[in-house]
């Protein structure tokens, strides 16, 4: 299976960017779909976006959290084994400690991943 490390975390000011990656070590990096998540500050970890990889038809990629739509983009390279987390317009919301995790559902839901979680990566977002 995949290990994972996040990284590219920072503290920016209120409609900063930054740009996270998740890179990836391990066999057939690209058949696996890859999530983003997050977990606030008194909140549980909540997914924000998913990416499949090449065992599903239907490729593309899906927003999990209404609040990011139209500001983070979620994208994959496959010859560099990494997934990035494009968050441009942050707010002070957005502030947290970021995840990435292989998805088992397609990214169907953010609820079906594995369990061996990473440190994650902070942002930190002021107003």
């Known amino acids: 299976q995949l290990q994972l490390v996040e990284s590219g975390g920072g503290s920016v000011q209120s409609g900063g960017s930054l740009r996270l990656s998740c890179a990836a070590s391990?066999?057939?990096?690209?058949?696996?779909?890859i999530g983003w998540f997050r977990q606030v500050s008194g909140k549980e970890r909540e997914g924000v976006s998913c990416?499949?990889?090449?065992?599903?038809?239907?490729?593309?990629?899906?927003d999990f959290l209404d609040a990011v739509k139209g500001r983070f983009t979620i994208s994959r390279d496959n010859n560099r084994t990494t997934v990035f987390l494009q968050m441009d317009n942050l707010q002070p919301d957005d502030t947290g400690v970021y995840f990435c995790?292989?998805?088992?559902?397609?990214?169907?839901?953010?609820?079906?991943?594995?369990?061996?979680w990473g440190q994650g990566t902070q942002v930190t977002v002021s107003s």
């Open positions: 995790m292989i998805n088992r559902c397609d990214c169907a839901s953010p609820k079906c991943t594995a369990n061996d």
């Open positions: 391990g066999p057939r990096f690209d058949f696996y779909n």
């Open positions: 990416i499949t990889g090449s065992a599903v038809r239907r490729s593309g990629s899906r």
